[in-house]
């Protein structure tokens, strides 16, 4: 069966210092990776997405980035954060070619000082 | 551009039926997929429908009318532990979009 695995799970980090979030999915190949950020009770919006070892699409210009070094790791960084970066990162994945639903990693919640 | 419109909130009462609608407008459409996220937790997956109908999963299903751009979510025998935000999400192109979220609270 396929995971996915996200970390950490909450991080407290001062405004202009930089950043990486790592997720990994286990038990499959050639998975489609998405980035999403989600505010205090709002919804989800999509940083980024990959259908491929360093294929990114970004969707929202910003001072983050994203790799895929591997074809299972995804990274979220930046050189320096924001206060607006704050909120509630999540990685998810799902099969290439499908319509079929995402599933989530159980996310980092972010807090820039 | 590409829209997913939803209720923001809904209240129903434990043991009662909920409904919660979803319109799109998408470029591309290859299926509508509901998911449910409680506060502090991460989204999970709950239904997807490929083909107009009904799909049906224990207490909850899920409609889908693509000549409508329209969906919706149904939750029946309603406990307390449903108590969450849920949101539709549509595959268009590479990437599914999502709504922005109905919270549903719920009565004793």
């Known amino acids: 069966s396929q995971t996915i695995h996200q970390w950490p799970a909450t991080l407290v980090q001062p405004v202009g210092s930089p950043l990486s979030l790592e997720c990994t999915v286990e038990?499959?190949?050639?998975?489609?990776l998405y980035w999403y950020r989600q505010a205090a009770g709002r919804g989800l919006q999509l940083l980024f997405y990959s259908i491929g070892i360093d294929q990114i699409s970004s969707e929202v210009p910003q001072n983050l980035s994203a790799s895929r070094p591997q074809d299972r790791q995804f990274i979220l960084s930046s050189k320096k954060l924001l206060l607006s970066d704050s909120g509630f990162y999540l990685c998810?994945?799902?099969?290439?070619?499908?319509?079929?639903?995402?599933?989530f990693g159980s996310g980092t919640r972010l807090t820039v000082v | 551009g590409q829209s997913l419109e939803q209720p923001s909130e809904v209240t129903a009462v434990e043991g009662a039926i909920v409904q919660i609608n979803c319109t799109y407008q998408?470029?591309?459409?290859?299926?509508l997929s509901w998911y449910q996220q409680h506060d502090g937790g991460a989204p999970t997956f709950l239904s997807y429908n490929g083909l107009d109908g009904l799909e049906e999963t224990g207490r909850f299903s899920s409609f889908l009318s693509r000549s409508d751009s329209y969906g919706y979510l149904l939750l029946q025998e309603l406990q307390m532990k449903d108590s969450a935000s849920y949101f539709c999400?549509?595959?268009?192109?590479?990437?599914?979009?999502f709504g922005k979220g109905t919270r549903l609270h719920i009565l004793p």
């Open positions: 998408t470029s591309g459409f290859y299926g």
């Open positions: 998810a994945w799902n099969f290439q070619g499908t319509a079929y639903g995402y599933t």
């Open positions: 999400a549509v595959r268009g192109d590479d990437k599914i979009i």
């Open positions: 038990g499959t190949s050639n998975p489609n």
